[in-house]
């Protein structure tokens, strides 16, 4: 019986359940904004008691967006398949480049302009490794041109380098696809649980390096695996087990703590989090009157949740705490106005536009990708 399920789970998906066939998954711009906030106001550090340091963890704010990433970014490659029988690369890569180039390249430009009036010091190999999405490799850059105002672009880093591969391997086989996902969910932490355990195997570089690289796709890879298990499986609760359950799991998710900076604790909490983070994706995907939905779906949370990566990609310049910026750009309550006005002129000014040309480059319609930057 557990083997023919096994068996099940890897056939190709033929059909879009009742609860993806939506054009817009309502409550996931609340888990957005929420998630924002958490990183906007851990950079602004207003406090470092353990309370607000709970609440306000910047890492656990973008293991959200991972997640949220992963869940949704599969759904619409899998829909686009069923319904198309492929998935178009081009049209997926220029959506990509749509969402993401205009707005991070004049966020580059920008500081471009300010580390050349105000001498903040980042480098030109800083910039350059921003500007191609490598920042992620810490170990060089935060060592060697590590820079507070572009440090944010790690997670892009991240991201993009993810979907530079997966959509690929789901265009030519959904059942290498899901190999991987569940490599990367579950054999990459053995591996380096192992490393930790037999010092002596961190001797292979090569191994050591692999595993610590694709870590960071965890989180990512778990919102894809949820994303096959909500086409593959129904999920029913009801109002009153749903409310329980996402009010537990968002508490163990704060509680957790959970810090990007490696360490096999952070490895095993980033997991269980990312999960948590997960059922409270799918468990709140349909409609409801419960409190869960009300919360998630009031107009300061969902305007906060459209402008997340504006506000996330411009927030970096109003938090630094370095002093080479004027008082009034960097200092509280001034940076958070700053962080406010600038996003939303960003966002209905000039990454609108590039957001109304997505639409001709989709060959479905469907729910816009949440991301760090959708």
Known sequence: ???????????????????????????????????????????????????????????????????????????????????????????FYVRRILRIFPVAYLFI??????????????????????????????SYFRKYHHSYYTGHFWSLSVEEQFYLIVPFILKKSFKTFLLAILFIVFIIPVIIGLQYLFISLNNNYLLYAFAHYFIKFQPIAVGCLFAVIAFKYEFKQSALIKVIANLIAFALVFLLRYDDFFSLRDMLVGIVSSFLIAYIIISNLSPGTDLIFKILNNKFLNLVGVLSYSIYIWQEIFTSDDGKLPFYIGTFPFNLIWIIVISALS????????????????????????????
Request: hydrophobic letters at 50%; glycine letters at 4%; a positive charge.
């Open 1 to 91: 019986m557990i083997n023919t399920h096994v068996k099940k789970f890897f056939f190709e998906i033929e059909t879009i359940p009742g609860v993806l066939q939506t054009s817009y998954f309502p409550s996931l711009n609340g888990i957005r904004g929420i998630a924002i906030i958490m990183v906007v106001f851990s950079h602004l550090r207003l406090s470092f008691a353990t309370p607000y340091t709970t609440v306000f963890n910047g890492s656990l704010g973008v293991l959200f967006f991972f997640v949220l990433s992963g869940f949704l970014i599969t759904t619409l490659c899998l829909k686009e398949k069923i319904i198309t029988h492929d998935i178009s690369l081009k049209n």
């Open 109 to 138: 430009l920008v500081i471009i302009a300010l580390n050349f009036i105000f001498k903040l010091n980042i480098s030109w190999i800083n910039i350059a490794g921003t500007s191609l999405y490598l920042i992620n490799f810490t």
């Open 347 to 374: 966002y209905y000014f000039y990454e609108s536009y590039f957001l109304k040309l997505k639409s001709k480059f989709s060959r479905i319609k469907s729910a816009p990708a949440t991301s760090l930057e959708a």
